[in-house]
């Protein structure tokens, strides 16, 4: 019960930080005094921008980095398993096994379908 009551308390300071930072900024009434032409144009890690900046991407590059995120993420499910691999015993073996393959199994589909080439 003491962990509940701290989270909430938690989320109360968090609650009361956020809000009293808004309120004050709209209190003392912050806001730019300069409109410079400089905060307008889209901004490419300190290059000058060559073209518009709303291209469009291929749908691929978004396959890609959701292939991406998912495989990264379920890898990353390994990491509490490594740490207790001796604890966890045979029956451990076979859940992470069985998660690995299917993970493979993932992996050879979006292979042979071609969602993973770039071209």
Do not use: N
Request: aromatic share 12%; hydrophobic share 60%; charged share 15%.
């Amino acid at each position: 019960m003491s962990s509940g009551l701290a989270l909430l308390a938690f989320l109360l300071v968090a609650v009361a930080v956020a809000g009293s930072m808004l309120v004050g900024a709209r209190l003392l009434r912050v806001v730019s005094t300069k409109r410079e032409p400089l905060k307008g144009q889209t901004y490419e890690c300190g290059e000058v921008p060559s073209g518009v900046a709303w291209v469009r991407f291929h749908a691929r590059y978004y396959v890609v980095a959701l292939f991406f995120v998912l495989f990264d993420i379920e890898t990353a499910f390994l990491l509490p398993w490594a740490t207790i691999v001796r604890e966890a015993g045979a029956r451990g073996l076979v859940a992470v096994t069985s998660f690995v393959v299917v993970l493979m199994l993932g992996w050879a589909w979006a292979t042979r379908k071609g969602a993973l080439q770039w071209q």
